[in-house]
């Protein structure tokens, strides 16, 4: 097909190294497949008309599709005779029992949609041919191994019904030539049950209360190049009602129509293709204005706390579905098969701190192979997205220990007793902490290597450093060490102070900004962003100095929040010295304010130096030296906040 799940997501699977380990329990969660769009409106300037109507429901899935889909599985409706549902269009009772048949054809399965999902089944078919046990050889056997759940959408219970085709039929035969009596069942819930995503029941409260803290549109302005530009001219191409752009509605109609070729008679493409008023979209526009919705995601599901209240109900119930205890009722069942969403699998992915900022192609599958090694009988588990080999939390290791993958992934389940009380309004911190008191000490440390991975530590969302003392001079007043990007705001107008107080901020030793009184106005600076290095730490150094004279008095305050998105420690202990590579010592000219007061000192430091070996410094302001001085000089040098080396002019000749 044109929209082959092949051409989109490149192979790479590695097989399970059977000489040392044996599968035992398979998990899989995959994303429906291709679709029709759901949105039926873009602002006032496009909505769906008779002809694009049409042209879904000449896409739905041919007959013969149909027939493989009918023949693999049945639903919980279907084992239930005293189950009654609504009964949809006339000859596709099994097909479409989804909530979603009344919207027919949007929001449906495309015939390729369900292809995708038979090619799925088919590479799974291939990828673990050598482990029987685990995946059945036929439906007889599936329907005792398998667990099949789908959220009650008519895409998705297609899509497992495809998946399940691929896996155990023979596709260039009929499908009547293999039907089987014994299948396995398709469970799926109310929405008010459903929790593979979010919010499906209705609105939860803190969720919307967490999603306001972290994200704004000065979050996508920074994040998205050209962002106010974009935004300008899907308003004046869409015209959406207030200026409120639904990026993720744009994204998903303009890939569908995109996807098909919809014929360009048909209303949007006229604004997306051709000049209208002297306004059209480029690709690369279009390009972008997906990547918008894609950051939207990644900004909000990368959020431990948004993102618990988001999937930490389906990780409670994948975590107790995969559990050996004798109360689980699947504990007998060799693979467990999750048909989901886009909306499932980011918050997955975001959880495991695998996700790539790309958005999962339709038909896209994340596996948790779960195996036993030969020997020790340890039991250890394998993340798979798309046939490529995930490490989770940083891992330098594919296979983790069971106890910490569920461990780490438990970290963000949540009860459906403390989901109900969160979303009417109570605080999520009341409730259980996400880590015992054992884990909670252990991630005290920046970072730790338990299990061969990096463990990071859990900090709050704001931290708060004690005020500090505003005195006269020039001194280091506070430090602390920085590890991901973060919003700084430091001020001295919450506290009274006298006198004519600054201060300096330096990261490793570079000038970032300066806070000043400005003519009695409190020196203070807000949100100020502080970027260190990819997965580096850095030390941050606030100097206080009182401006012209020896007599301020004060306190200065620092707040340091991460920024949206991240989810690495605001701040951190001052890492141990580590051995730094040889390098030539570097230098720089210190400049000084031209003139001096008769009761203080002002000194303006302009660069910073880093020495990184053994090295000598002479600093000075002697002509014969490169430098120039009037009046009397006087020069400290500081080694972190320990004055190391003294220099005075001599006052009594100048």
């Known amino acids: 097909s044109p929209y082959s799940i092949d051409q989109l997501i490149p192979r790479q699977y590695e097989p399970i190294p059977t000489a040392k380990y044996t599968l035992k329990k398979l998990v899989v969660i995959n994303r429906h497949g291709d679709r029709a769009q759901i949105a039926k409106e873009l602002g006032e300037s496009y909505s769906v008309t008779p002809e694009v109507t ?20 049945f639903t919980a409706d279907e084992t239930n005779p005293q189950t009654l549902r ?13 909530w979603d048949f009344s919207n027919l054809p949007y929001g449906q399965l495309t015939d390729m949609g369900a292809r995708q999902l038979m090619e799925l089944g088919q590479r799974l078919r291939q990828n673990y041919q050598n482990h029987p046990a685990v995946v059945p050889p036929s439906l007889a056997e599936a329907a005792s191994q398998m667990y099949c759940r789908s959220t009650n959408f008519c895409r998705t219970h297609q899509s497992l019904r495809g998946l399940l085709a691929g896996l155990f039929l023979d596709l260039s035969r009929p499908a009547e030539a293999q039907e089987s009596p014994i299948r396995p069942v398709i469970t799926a819930r109310p929405r008010k049950q459903e929790t593979l995503y979010p919010q499906a029941d209705a609105n939860c409260v803190a969720m919307l209360r967490r999603r306001g803290q972290i994200f704004s549109e000065d979050v996508l302005r920074r994040a998205v190049p050209a962002y106010t530009t974009l935004k300008s001219k899907m308003q004046r191409v869409f015209r959406f009602p207030d200026g409120k752009i639904n990026w993720l509605h744009i994204k998903e109609v303009l890939l569908c129509h995109d996807v098909h070729n919809i014929e360009p008679s048909i209303p949007l493409r006229k604004y997306v293709k051709t000049p209208e008023n002297g306004i059209s979209l480029s690709e690369e526009e279009l390009v972008a204005s997906g990547d918008v919705a894609t950051m939207t995601w990644s900004i909000l599901y990368n959020d431990d706390t948004l993102n618990r209240m988001a999937i930490g109900r389906f990780l409670h119930e994948l975590l107790s579905d995969m559990s050996d205890s004798d109360s689980n009722p699947l504990k007998d069942k060799t693979m467990l098969m999750y048909s989901g969403h886009d909306s499932t699998l980011v918050p997955v992915l975001c959880a495991l701190k695998c996700f790539d900022d790309k958005w999962p192609e339709y038909g896209s599958s994340i596996q948790f192979e779960i195996v036993e090694e030969k020997g020790s009988q340890g039991k250890f588990v394998r993340v798979i997205y798309n046939d490529r080999v995930m490490y989770p939390w ?12 569920e461990r780490r992934l438990g970290a963000l389940r949540l009860s459906e007793s403390d989901y109900t009380r969160c979303c009417e309004g109570e605080d999520l911190s009341q409730f259980a902490p996400l880590q015992s008191e054992e884990e909670q000490a252990r991630l005290k440390e920046i970072r730790e290597d338990i299990d061969g991975f990096a463990v990071f530590t859990v900090s709050a969302e704001v931290l708060t450093l004690p005020p500090f003392y505003i005195s ?24 009274s102070y006298t006198g004519d107080p600054m201060f300096y901020v330096y990261m490793n030793g570079a000038y970032q900004f300066a806070g ?13 962003i502080l970027t260190p290095p990819l997965g580096a730490c850095v030390v941050v150094v606030i100097y206080n100095y009182c401006v012209d004279s020896g007599s301020c008095s004060g306190m200065i305050t620092a707040t340091i929040e991460p920024t949206a998105g991240t989810h690495r420690p605001s701040i951190a202990p001052t890492p141990s010295p580590s051995v730094a590579p040889t390098r030539q010592p570097t230098a720089a000219p210190l400049r000084y304010c031209p003139s001096y007061s008769s009761t203080g000192r002002s000194a303006y430091i302009t660069c910073g130096i880093s020495v990184c070996q053994r090295s000598q410094l002479t ?15 006087y020069l400290t040098l500081y080694q972190g906040s320990t004055a190391i080396a003294v220099n005075d002019d001599d006052p009594n000749s100048g």
């Not at 000043?516 to 100020?528: A, E, I, K, L, T």
């Open 54 to 73: 049409k042209r879904w429901t000449q896409l739905l899935p041919q007959e013969n599709t149909q027939q493989f889909l009918r023949t693999v599985a």
């Open 472 to 495: 006269g001079g020039y001194s280091i007043t506070n430090s602390f060490t920085l590890c991901e990007e973060s919003i700084v705001t430091i001020s001295a107008c919450e506290y």
């Open 619 to 633: 600093v000075s302001t002697c002509p014969y030296n490169g430098g120039q001085y009037s009046g009397d000089t």
């Open 516 to 528: 000043d009184n400005y003519s009695g106005y409190c020196p203070r600076v807000d949100n100020q």
């Open 394 to 405: 940083g891992s330098t290791d594919a296979w983790l220990p069971l106890e910490t993958f």
């Open 86 to 98: 609504p009964l949809p269009p006339s000859g596709q009772v099994d097909l479409y029992t989804g």
